[in-house]
């Protein structure tokens, strides 16, 4: 069903085949969205320029989010190939790894508070800012996605946490913003999926098991299960949907002793 066609999509996160952001790509191909993508160094444009022609896309262009001057260049350089744009997807997010180990109150500095909450968060409303005008009588949408740790403690997610809690007051906010030009502005809470973005919390495989055994699914979430969620939340079918955090994990957000029965 290819309720994306004649979709035009920015996507911002991909970093490998495992990542969510690449779950949400190939659940977008496949409901007929036509994608571009960004990539943050050179290191990675070779790698993301080979994800993006698997999804039949050549527009791949660097941006750092912590320049306003690639952000412009950016939806500049796509003005040139679309003469519009019907959704953002920020997969983003950012914080020093010896943040994401220990004592919150212990390993918490004041310039990787900063770093978090700049990738994380701000750029969220930086990407919407830079590119309204492509945006403009489309009634597009932008998506990021979010987790549990913004409403809840979880060891040595730390920073983050305040991070994605700062994401989420930025969607409500956004939302409003944007909503009278017809803009949605959404996010999803995924549950935990092993990433290499996830990969620098400490014991995060424990995380993984233990969620598990928690949800009412008893499994853990796919990347293509948050996919789907994205197509849906991007497309025309969920027009009616914005400010929202939609939950993809499973029902682990639901419970508090899922597996005293079992």
């Not at 997969?91 to 020093?96: D, I, N, R, V």
Request: net charge neutral.
């Amino acid at each position: 069903m290819n309720f994306l066609s004649g979709k035009k999509i920015l996507i911002l996160g991909v970093a490998s085949k495992l990542s969510i952001a690449s779950g949400i790509a190939a659940a977008m191909h496949k409901a007929g969205a036509e994608l571009a993508f960004t990539y943050q160094s050179e290191k990675l444009k070779d790698r993301v320029t080979g994800f993006a022609e698997s999804w039949d896309s050549n527009k791949v262009y660097p941006c750092d989010v912590t320049d306003d001057k690639q952000i412009s260049e950016l939806f500049s350089k796509l003005s040139d190939h679309w003469d519009g744009l019907d959704g953002i997807v920020h997969c983003l997010a950012f914080a020093p790894a010896h943040e994401l180990n220990g004592n919150y109150v212990d390993v918490t500095t004041r310039e990787g508070f900063i770093t978090a909450h700049e990738i994380s968060s701000y750029s969220l409303v930086a990407l919407a800012q830079k590119g309204r005008d492509l945006m403009a009588g489309r009634n597009g949408s932008l998506l990021t996605l979010s987790y549990l740790g913004a409403l809840r403690s979880l060891p040595n997610y730390n920073v983050m946490g305040l991070a994605k809690a700062s994401l989420e007051a930025n969607v409500r906010y956004m939302s409003a913003g944007l909503g009278p030009e017809g803009t949605r502005v959404n996010a999803i809470s995924a549950g935990p999926i092993k990433t290499l973005a996830a990969a620098g919390i400490k014991s995060f495989r424990k995380m993984l098991e233990h969620n598990a055994k928690q949800t009412p699914l008893r499994r853990n979430v796919t990347i293509e299960e948050v996919g789907n969620a994205a197509a849906f939340l991007c497309s025309d079918l969920a027009s009616g949907i914005t400010g929202e955090v939609l939950y993809v994990d499973g029902g682990f957000n639901t419970t508090a002793m899922g597996t005293l029965n079992d």
